[in-house]
């Protein structure tokens, strides 16, 4: 069974820097992209950052120059490296991975739990 488990959110302070972990595993075959979404409390969840394999990658508008989205190809994990947080970053962070199971078809819709990122003085 495909597992997302994400690591390393917390409370920071405005114009501080944090970094996201995600680790997927169970029996993976392909892994096409990952990616990171967040989502605020009242508000849709959006995307953050994607990165295909061997491929593009993406960022939404609002974090361009302050956030870095690195995958680590071996291990099958996905890194969000935060910097200059705004209070406007407070969201869960969510991880997502579009992939494909040994034996199954691909599915763009694996997602970790989330881990909170609040950016409060």
């Known amino acids: 069974q495909v597992q997302l488990v994400e690591s390393g959110g917390g409370l920071v302070q405005p114009g501080g820097s944090l970094r996201l972990s995600c680790a997927v595993s169970g029996g993976i075959f392909t892994i096409y992209a990952m990616g990171w979404y967040r989502q605020a409390p009242g508000k849709q969840r959006e995307l953050v950052a994607a990165k295909i394999s061997g491929g593009t990658t993406n960022y939404a508008d609002s974090v361009k120059g302050r956030f870095t989205i690195s995958r680590d190809y071996n291990r099958n994990m996905v890194y969000l490296q935060m910097n200059s947080l705004k209070p406007e970053d407070t969201a869960v962070y969510y991880c997502?991975?579009?992939?494909?199971?040994?034996?199954?078809?691909?599915?763009?819709?694996?997602w970790g739990q989330g881990t909170q990122v609040t950016v409060s003085s």
């Open positions: 997502n991975a579009d992939l494909a199971v040994l034996g199954g078809t691909r599915n763009p819709n694996y």
